[in-house]
């Protein structure tokens, strides 16, 4: 599972693709638009800084923004920046070089070979969509539900 924090940092992506055009948004706007608490969501926007998705400006007049367009900006690098990469288990992550101690050997356990399989389609879904496909999706979907007539009483 990604963590809060990464939850909370997509919504404020969102928001801020949204309102990409140039201003800068403040961290009370986004904090109070997204239902993000203030000071989580600071350092969330300075980890994305970091890392190269946000901009920002500080005083007054500051705020931020994205560093390019929406549809640059892959799910996979956001989720790299707070998470460090993630795997379904543990001997898959790249960031700790473990081995199992259930399986003794990685090159033929079957739970390790299934599983890094589906860690390459993870990775490929969140490499090859960005912030506009997110929303995108999401427009989508309202617009689907809203077709939906609801006859209950």
Wanted: glycine fraction near 8%; aromatic fraction near 4%.
């Amino acid at each position: 599972m990604i963590s809060k924090k990464t939850k909370y940092a997509l919504k404020a992506l969102s928001y801020l693709a949204e309102h990409y055009n140039g201003d800068l948004v403040l961290i009370s706007e986004l904090a109070a638009a997204e239902d993000i608490p203030k000071k989580f969501l600071e350092a969330i926007l300075v980890a994305l800084r970091k890392g190269g998705v946000l901009k920002s400006k500080i005083g007054k007049g500051g705020g931020y923004m994205l560093a390019s367009p929406p549809a640059t900006i892959t799910i996979g690098k956001v989720v790299s920046i707070l998470e460090g990469g993630f795997a379904l288990v543990e001997c898959l992550n790249d960031n700790v070089k473990v081995v199992c101690e259930e399986c003794g050997d990685p090159t033929c356990c079957g739970i390790r070979l299934v599983m890094s399989d589906v860690k390459v389609a993870i990775d490929s879904v969140l490499a090859t969509t960005s912030l506009a496909d997110m929303l995108e999706k999401s427009d989508m979907a309202r617009q689907q539900k809203s077709r939906i007539m609801d006859y209950s009483i």
